[in-house]
């Protein structure tokens, strides 16, 4: 529904909204969100990380939803859910078009 509305900003000048709750989150949860919604209800595989940073890795993401705010609008998905929902579509899209 966010995206809908937003499609009403459309123009030359378009601009450029991040679309998330503000939330920061763990790349590691993430992962782990993504890594269970790819499994689809077996067991995943374990997530295991180096444990070594490189320059520019981020701990966490989080969108600046200041402009997004600023219509009036925000996002009442949690990100887990939100995965899920992008994995499922993900799936139906691949074998679409396998």
Not at 36 to 62: C, I, K, T
């Amino acid at each position: 529904a966010v995206l809908a509305r937003l499609g009403t900003q459309a123009g030359a000048d378009v601009p450029t909204f991040n679309v998330g709750r503000g939330v920061a989150t763990s790349v590691r949860e993430i992962a782990g969100h993504l890594v269970d919604a790819w499994a689809g209800g077996m067991v995943p595989a374990a997530l295991e990380f180096s444990g070594r940073s490189r320059p520019g890795d981020p701990y966490s993401l989080v969108a600046d939803v200041r402009a997004l705010n600023a219509l009036g609008l925000a996002c009442a998905r949690d990100v887990d859910a939100g995965i899920a929902q992008y994995t499922a579509w993900f799936r139906q899209f691949r074998e679409a078009h396998s």
